[in-house]
């Protein structure tokens, strides 16, 4: 069965300072990864996916395999970052995504 | 630009009431999912929708759930007789293709208290 791990559900950094939100995930098949954003009062949105390897609002993720981890980066933190962060898995038969915890983010002036 | 539409956002309901949740996915997607999140909780899938029938559906959708595609623009998602633990936040999502690697649109959410 497939899991995704965020191990922290609060993460609080200063504005410029780089942030790493951390996720795992356990998947017997090739695992498709995303990560999806809800800002405040807003719906959920996608933010990047690991196939198109993109950075987002400076954001990037890589996928490691051999750590079974999709961890979200930013070298430099902004305010308008704080949000709820989900990590999430497809499967590459089907459609359904599984979601992590969700990390909240706060990005302090 | 399109967005998926739920309604309502928050629907208060007894026990043992029958609930319909309501959402309009956008317009050129053909598949059509609902999740949801218990507070506090994960989100988690629930079903998918495809050509009128169901794709994939998880554990949590058990005999009580229904969708249904009554029209060409809504998709709804039914609970029969709601219990206490149904309380949650509903999200629907559609998108254009089958495969994952397309993007789910997320509707704002139809926040279900029973009571």
């Known amino acids: 069965a497939q899991r995704v791990t965020q191990p922290e559900k609060l993460l609080s950094v200063f504005k410029g300072a780089p942030v790493e939100l951390k996720c795992n995930y356990s998947y017997s098949g090739s695992p498709e990864l995303f990560w999806y954003v809800q800002y405040s009062r807003q719906r959920l949105q996608l933010l990047l996916r690991?196939?198109s390897r993109e950075s987002i609002k400076g954001f990037t993720a890589d996928l490691n395999k051999g750590e079974t981890s999709f961890h979200l980066k930013k070298p430099f933190a902004q305010e308008e970052d704080s949000a709820m962060y989900y990590c999430a898995l497809g499967q590459t038969s089907g459609s359904r995504l599984t979601f992590g915890e969700g990390t909240q983010l706060t990005v302090n002036p | 630009e399109p967005e998926v539409t739920q309604t309502p956002s928050h629907q208060v309901t007894q026990m043992g009431q029958e609930v319909i949740l309501r959402c309009v996915p956008i317009s050129n997607h053909l598949y059509f999912y609902w999740y949801r999140q218990i507070l506090g909780q994960k989100v988690e899938f629930l079903v998918s929708f495809y050509n009128n029938e169901i794709s994939e559906k998880s554990e949590i959708f058990d005999d009580q759930f229904s969708v249904e595609r009554p029209d060409g623009s809504n998709f709804t998602l039914k609970i029969r007789s709601t219990k206490l633990e149904d309380s949650a936040m509903y999200f629907c999502a559609s998108s254009r293709d089958w495969s994952s690697y397309n993007e789910q649109f997320f509707g704002p959410g139809t926040r279900l208290t029973v009571l």
């Open positions: 690991h196939i």
